[in-house]
């Protein structure tokens, strides 16, 4: 089976960078994914880690931790628009069936 | 290119009423996924398809459930009857699996309220 845990909310001030953790456990792993979903909206992909390290990708970058079960998003330069849900998300072993985790509700204040 | 296109945006129906919501995914996909996201239970997966084939239906909460896919382009998510706790937005997703991890695409979801 699969287990996500990610923080509830997060409040970061416009400019400041913030740093969204995410804790799995799975039987069989196959890369990690994080999403972005603005409220009323759909989720949209941001990022996918298969290998150990740090993938960064203009403001965001995403890490992964293979042997400690540990992702995070970091978001630098934080912007007003970036107030949304960040969800981490798990494909099961043959990578057809995606989990998601509850989100990380993520507050810009300016 | 279209992405997942899905209808009605938005449904209030009648307890007890049958309620069905479509989805056509983006052309090539081989994959359909059907969620369901409330704020209590965040996203769950109720449903997949592979090749037009329900692979996995563990999440479909009550035989009031039912999810077709008769061909490529197209998909259906039925709940008869419907009860007021069915409330939640539905989202369709669909992937081009090759059996790694495979980015998801989802629609702009459809709203159901049930009173």
């Known amino acids: 089976g699969q287990n996500i845990d990610q923080p509830t909310e997060m409040t970061a001030t416009e400019g400041a960078i913030v740093q969204i953790n995410c804790t799995y456990q799975?039987?069989?792993?196959?890369?990690l994914f994080w999403y972005q979903q603005h409220a009323g909206e759909a989720p949209t992909f941001l990022s996918y880690?298969?290998?150990?390290g740090l993938e960064e990708k203009g403001r965001f970058s995403s890490f992964l931790s293979r042997s400690k079960g540990y992702s995070y998003l970091l978001l630098k330069e934080l912007q007003m628009k970036d107030s949304a849900s960040y969800l981490c998300?798990?494909?099961?072993?043959?990578?057809?069936?995606?989990?998601f985790g509850a989100g990380t509700r993520l507050f810009v204040k300016a | 290119d279209a992405g997942v296109i899905q209808s009605p945006r938005h449904e209030v129906t009648e307890m007890g009423q049958e309620v069905t919501l479509r989805c056509k995914p983006i052309?090539?996909?081989?994959?359909l996924f059907w969620y369901r996201q409330t704020m209590m239970r965040g996203l769950e997966l109720l449903i997949y398809?592979?090749?037009?084939?329900?692979?996995?239906d563990s999440g479909m909460p009550e035989d009031r459930f039912s999810a077709k896919m008769p061909n490529a382009s197209f998909s259906t998510l039925k709940i008869q009857p419907s009860e007021p706790r069915d409330s939640a937005v539905y989202f369709c997703?669909?992937?081009?699996?090759?059996?790694?991890?495979?980015?998801?695409?989802f629609g702009e979801g459809s709203w159901l309220t049930v009173v």
């Open positions: 998300a798990l494909p099961n072993t043959g990578g057809f069936k995606t989990i």
């Open positions: 052309s090539g996909h081989n994959s």
């Open positions: 997703a669909s992937s081009l699996a090759r059996g790694e991890g495979n980015t998801i695409y």
């Open positions: 799975t039987s069989g792993f196959n890369g």
């Open positions: 398809f592979n090749n037009n084939v329900p692979i996995d």
């Open positions: 880690n298969v290998l150990d």
